[in-house]
């Protein structure tokens, strides 16, 4: 379902909702407010409430413990004191960073679609990288989360807030602090945990024993985020006896609208193992998109052909300019197996190489030819930039050994990129398939094709399991981490705003007896944490809005 779509049905459900309560608040009023009562249930505008005392007796009995265990918590929670304090400033440093950091939005690429077991083009005026799909920008820099996951954010912020309240919660009845009770507030399609604690009790402790309950949530949140971390980063091991992972990739979903989907073994199909795309090998699924761009940096490479094959196979026309871009043409343009290729004299420039046959053949080749390309590339017997070995300091390989080195004629915004593949099932591990060949632009593969780098051992296995799992816990490392930045800020609402209101009356009650002056201090930090944090929520409200606009 779309997103939006999905927002809509939600806001339009609370709306029934809401309607529903206020009905049966005038109509049946003593059986619903005895209902509400028995389910801890509230009904507000866009706001949905429950409370639970249920938990309560557990909590104390888990509080009561004595020895080791209790001075052992005791100690994290202290621990967790000074996380939470060295958290302030970073977290402040992060609002700047995200008020005053200019972002440039590059506009989506035009592209040229293909391919499948022969080569086809068609042109695709809106092709859009899948980078610039709906997004939702956070308060962390540089980290933006798809619309299309907000099931991994609800999911991910319920456990988050429940790991922080719980911590609010054990450190309170360690402090012999009454809990009075356990609750969720869901806004919009948004879950949210809280925990109530006696007020009272809490402002009579001492300033440090208060500021271990307080902090006791941005701890549990750094806690978590960390053993998040070390899960997410033993995946390889732990998924070892179920995928391989670090050895390829595998296709898990394409568009139907894709110019690289296809059938009877033509084109890339779901379930299809991607070792290699041109020269660049795709081990991870970082190695997917680095490969992918670049195909569209530096030199174009280039293809190394026999002589033969050149003398039997050109088909080259009366070389002419495209009307449209001015493009140099050798071949039927009605033809859309057929490109153009250039000769690039590369090896002549390593003549120690090249024998004095050789060289004659080479004088004898155009220097345009016009050549099958999926003949071409499977003929050739390597890559090549045309870029003389004594002056490159880049790897073997970028020059022919044998052969000469044809480069393709395309425009600027396209790319010829080889998809090495092969395809597995529960009889046979690996199985080579036929090369996919591309033209066009890269932003049809990353916009169109979605991988995984769990890659099933056995047929039975989903690739889906694997990325669920990572991105779970991905979402979890970076929501739990962000929580406890965020509730370090001192601003209205936030932890952050009880740790330096604790601070400040305890730090400053020597120089300055006045309770109310003490207020004003503190009650002046944190309207500055809150304009720095609503003007950096402004920002990322904005920008998301305009990078979904444009």
Same mark, same amino acid.
């Given at each position: 379902?779309?997103?939006?779509?999905?927002?809509?049905?939600?806001?339009?459900?609370?709306?029934?909702?809401?309607?529903?309560?206020?009905?049966?608040?005038?109509?049946?009023?003593?059986?619903?407010?005895?209902?509400?009562?028995?389910?801890?249930?509230?009904?507000?505008?866009?706001?949905?409430?429950?409370?639970?005392?249920?938990?309560?007796?557990?909590?104390?009995?888990?509080?009561?413990?004595?020895?080791?265990?209790?001075?052992?918590?005791?100690?994290?929670?202290?621990?967790?004191?000074?996380?939470?304090?060295?958290?302030?400033?970073?977290?402040?440093?992060?609002?700047?960073?995200?008020?005053?950091?200019?972002?440039?939005?590059? /506009?989506?690429?035009?592209?040229?679609?293909?391919?499948? #077991?022969? +080569?086809?083009? &068609?042109? !695709?005026?809106? @092709?859009? %990288?899948?980078?610039?799909?709906?997004?939702?920008?956070?308060?962390?820099?540089?980290?933006?989360?798809?619309?299309?996951?907000?099931?991994?954010?609800?999911?991910?912020?319920?456990?988050?807030?429940?790991?922080?309240?719980?911590?609010?919660?054990?450190?309170?009845?360690?402090?012999?602090?009454?809990?009075?009770?356990?609750?969720?507030?869901?806004?919009?399609?948004?879950?949210?945990?809280?925990?109530?604690?006696?007020?009272?009790?809490?402002?009579?402790?001492?300033?440090?024993?208060?500021?271990?309950?307080?902090?006791?949530?941005?701890?549990?949140?750094?806690?978590?985020?960390?053993?998040?971390?070390?899960?997410?980063?033993?995946?390889?091991? /732990?998924?070892?006896?179920?995928?391989?992972?670090?050895? #390829?990739? +595998?296709?898990? &979903?394409? !568009?139907?609208? @894709?110019? %690289?989907?296809?059938?009877?073994?033509?084109?890339?199909?779901?379930?299809?193992?991607?070792?290699?795309?041109?020269?660049?090998?795709?081990?991870?699924?970082?190695?997917?998109?680095?490969?992918?761009?670049?195909?569209?940096?530096?030199?174009?490479?280039?293809?190394?052909?026999?002589?033969?094959?050149?003398?039997?196979?050109?088909?080259?026309?009366?070389?002419?300019?495209?009307?449209?871009?001015?493009?140099?043409?050798?071949?039927?343009?009605?033809?859309?197996?057929?490109?153009?290729?250039?000769?690039?004299?590369?090896?002549?420039?390593?003549?120690?190489?090249?024998?004095?046959?050789?060289?004659?053949?080479?004088?004898?080749?155009?220097?345009?030819?016009?050549?099958?390309?999926?003949?071409?590339?499977?003929?050739?017997?390597?890559?090549?930039?045309?870029?003389? @070995?004594?002056?490159?300091?880049?790897?073997?390989?970028?020059?022919?050994?044998?052969?000469?080195?044809?480069?393709?004629?395309?425009?600027?915004?396209?790319?010829?990129?080889?998809?090495?593949?092969?395809?597995?099932?529960?009889?046979?591990?690996?199985?080579?398939?036929?090369?996919?060949?591309?033209?066009?632009?890269?932003?049809?593969?990353?916009?169109?094709?979605?991988?995984?780098?769990?890659?099933?051992?056995?047929?039975?296995?989903?690739?889906?399991?694997?990325?669920?799992?990572?991105?779970?816990?991905?979402?979890?490392?970076?929501?739990?981490?962000?929580?406890?930045?965020?509730?370090?800020?001192?601003?209205?609402?936030?932890?952050?705003?009880?740790?330096?209101?604790?601070?400040?009356?305890?730090?400053?009650?020597?120089?300055?007896?006045?309770?109310?002056?003490?207020?004003?201090?503190?009650?002046?930090?944190?309207?500055?944490?809150?304009?720095?944090?609503?003007?950096?929520?402004?920002?990322?409200?904005?920008?998301?809005?305009?990078?979904?606009?444009?």
């Amino acid at each position: 379902m779309d997103p939006w779509i999905f927002l809509c049905v939600i806001v339009v459900l609370y709306g029934v909702c809401f309607f529903i309560d206020r009905l049966f608040k005038s109509c049946m009023h003593y059986p619903y407010e005895i209902f509400l009562k028995n389910t801890g249930l509230t009904v507000q505008f866009m706001r949905i409430r429950w409370h639970t005392t249920a938990f309560n007796r557990a909590m104390l009995r888990w509080g009561n413990n004595s020895g080791w265990m209790r001075v052992w918590l005791t100690r994290t929670y202290t621990v967790g004191v000074l996380v939470a304090l060295s958290l302030l400033p970073i977290g402040i440093i992060l609002l700047f960073i995200t008020i005053f950091n200019e972002e440039n939005n590059s /506009a989506p690429h035009n592209g040229i679609s293909p391919v499948g #077991g022969g +080569v086809n083009r &068609e042109n !695709s005026q809106n @092709s859009v %990288l899948i980078q610039n799909a709906p997004k939702v920008q956070i308060l962390l820099p540089g980290v933006n989360l798809p619309l299309e996951e907000v099931g991994y954010y609800a999911l991910t912020l319920l456990l988050c807030t429940m790991v922080h309240e719980f911590g609010h919660a054990i450190a309170a009845v360690q402090e012999d602090i009454p809990v009075i009770g356990f609750g969720l507030q869901l806004y919009l399609c948004l879950p949210f945990a809280y925990t109530e604690i006696s007020t009272e009790h809490l402002n009579a402790l001492k300033w440090f024993k208060k500021l271990r309950i307080i902090c006791a949530g941005i701890w549990h949140n750094f806690i978590f985020a960390c053993f998040c971390y070390i899960l997410l980063s033993t995946l390889t091991y /732990a998924a070892a006896p179920f995928y391989t992972i670090d050895h #390829g990739v +595998v296709i898990t &979903e394409m !568009s139907r609208k @894709s110019p %690289l989907l296809g059938s009877s073994g033509k084109g890339l199909m779901v379930g299809d193992v991607v070792s290699q795309i041109n020269d660049c090998e795709v081990n991870t699924e970082s190695d997917w998109y680095e490969c992918l761009q670049r195909s569209i940096r530096g030199t174009r490479l280039g293809y190394c052909v026999s002589h033969d094959f050149i003398r039997y196979n050109d088909e080259s026309i009366e070389i002419s300019h495209h009307s449209a871009d001015g493009m140099l043409q050798c071949c039927d343009e009605r033809n859309e197996k057929l490109c153009c290729f250039e000769s690039v004299s590369e090896s002549l420039n390593n003549l120690e190489t090249v024998d004095l046959t050789d060289a004659a053949e080479h004088a004898q080749i155009p220097q345009h030819v016009c050549l099958d390309v999926r003949r071409t590339l499977e003929d050739s017997h390597g890559f090549c930039s045309g870029i003389n @070995s004594k002056s490159s300091s880049s790897n073997e390989g970028n020059f022919c050994q044998s052969g000469f080195c044809l480069r393709p004629l395309l425009r600027n915004t396209t790319t010829i990129l080889t998809f090495k593949r092969t395809t597995r099932s529960a009889n046979s591990p690996s199985k080579k398939l036929r090369d996919v060949i591309y033209i066009g632009h890269p932003a049809d593969v990353s916009s169109t094709v979605r991988i995984s780098p769990f890659v099933p051992r056995q047929s039975y296995i989903s690739p889906q399991w694997g990325d669920t799992y990572a991105l779970f816990l991905k979402y979890n490392v970076i929501f739990s981490f962000g929580q406890a930045l965020l509730n370090a800020i001192p601003c209205f609402g936030l932890d952050g705003y009880h740790i330096t209101s604790t601070i400040v009356h305890s730090f400053l009650v020597q120089r300055i007896a006045e309770r109310p002056k003490r207020d004003f201090i503190a009650l002046l930090v944190a309207s500055t944490g809150t304009l720095l944090f609503g003007s950096a929520l402004l920002k990322v409200l904005w920008m998301s809005l305009m990078r979904y606009i444009y």
